[in-house]
């Protein structure tokens, strides 16, 4: 028995020894099951090899589960059925998730108060650790990749049991950096948008929000109800592609044609995943659609109206021009072109106070809106500022009683537009609004004395994006 019992007590010991060594490897293969993307489009293979086929494109900041390893290569789940090679160059195994606690932290190219900085993080911003070395962590985000102090930054745990989507009920509701009402706000969303819940304390929701930013927000303005489920798009042109993936590249999976409506499963960036029926599922770009919910009524409410647009300046007036040359009066008509297009789809009937490249005064403009006795008028600029950091767009009017409420209407829509910010409605004295008794506004769409905001304004996306806004603003004024 004494023989027998030194046997089991051997065997104890030993396994206590190997338990006590394989622990934290153990350990440390499992808290590195997430890897996080750590360049621009990386391609996403069949196999573990150049020589396979390219699946799709993953990019920077984007996570994914680890299910293998080999050659150099890491089999990543990107999407619930589907796994991809991803080379290892190319993406890296995430040691933690943390939070930025100070607003504008430097981000660095080395770990030393001497490196060179290479861009700031914000307040509230979720990043990924992939790498320490002393008081320094190396943080990567969808925009850059770089070492910070890490006592500028806190833990973030998701609690997977209570990780849920919700959707914000109110038109404004600030996010803060922690669950009080005096706490420093980190950022804000609004009406419709949707957020992860990864935390609850008492009555406030910790969210991520889909700029990456962690924050928490009053539970009470958030629901939780499925949308998903009951959500569609309408395609709002003829011929629009579904493609195979959320990219302008992928393949065509289908046509959709003007007024067809899908079912919405997710989105991803400013692509939505639709169901095609009888063939799976597909991505349609979201400027080119409308989104509704079942059982509410969907009539175009701008039958019949008819809006003035105004491409502001033209001709020997070109406007604000930009310090690569971009002029106000180019891109004002194009804007003008294209939501003329976008409304006439939606049966409104659309006078421009000019169409081509030609010099109109201010009285002429005027005096077109009530030529046709327009139901709305809408004068379209972009803004300028000797401040170059100035940004964003504007709605103004002059009068309370006839202006006022159009302006209100676009106020939601141009709050929900993701590429520059949105500074608000203002009264404006400006001559076209001062002079017009007719429902008047003028939108400033953002500052070419920006460098930065210039380019992006001039893009065919966010020429889409704001016309679609100011559309989805008349149909709320009209309804």
Known sequence: MNWLRMRWLVFFLCMTVILAIALPSLAAKAEKQTAVVTAKQVNVRQGPGTSYHIIMKVDQGETYRVVEEKDGWMKVQVKPNQAGWVAKPYIAYVRRQAIVAEDGLRARVAPSLSGDVIGRLSQGQLVRVVETRDEWMKVVTSSLI??????????????????????????????????????????????GEQVTITDKQENWYQILMNNGKVGWVASEYISTASKTASSFVTVLYPNVNIRALPSPGSPIQAMA?????????????????????????????????????????????????????????????????????????????????????????????????????????????????????????????????????????????????????????????????????????????????????????????????????????????????????????????FE
Do not use: C
Request: glycine fraction near 8%; hydrophobic fraction near 35%.
């Open 146 to 191: 770089g070492w910070v102090s890490s006592s500028y930054l806190s833990s973030y745990h998701r609690k997977e049991a209570t990780a849920k989507t919700g959707w914000v009920t109110v038109d404004s509701l600030n996010v803060r950096a922690r669950p009080s009402l005096t706490a420093e706000r980190v950022g804000k969303v609004t009406y």
């Open 257 to 477: 044609q003007y007024g067809e409506r899908y079912r919405m499963l997710g989105k991803i960036g400013n692509w939505y995943e639709i169901e095609i029926p009888k063939q799976g599922i597909g991505y349609i770009a979201g400027w080119l659609v409308s989104v509704g919910v079942d059982g509410q009524s969907e009539a175009s409410t701008l039958k019949g109206k008819t809006v003035v647009i105004d491409a502001g300046h033209g001709g020997k007036d070109s406007g604000t021009i930009s310090n690569t040359g971009i002029m106000e009066k180019t891109l004002t008509l194009r804007t003008a072109r294209l939501l003329k297009e976008k409304l006439q789809a939606q049966g409104a009937n659309v006078v421009l106070t000019r169409s081509s490249d030609r010099y109109v005064s201010l009285s002429e403009r005027v005096q077109t809106a009530y030529r046709y006795r327009a139901d709305a008028f809408i004068s379209i600029h972009y803004d300028s500022a000797k401040d170059q950091h100035a940004k964003g767009a504007t709605v103004y009017y002059y009068d309370m009683f006839s202006d006022y409420l159009l302006a209100l209407s676009l106020e939601r829509p141009f709050s929900r537009m993701m590429t520059i910010p949105f500074r608000g409605v203002s009264f404006g004295n400006y001559y076209v609004l001062r002079e017009n008794e007719l429902p008047s506004v003028l939108v400033e769409l953002g500052y070419l004395s920006n460098p930065a905001e210039a380019s992006i304004v001039a893009a065919e996306h966010y020429q889409q994006e704001a016309a679609n806004a100011i559309v989805n603003g008349l149909r709320n004024y």
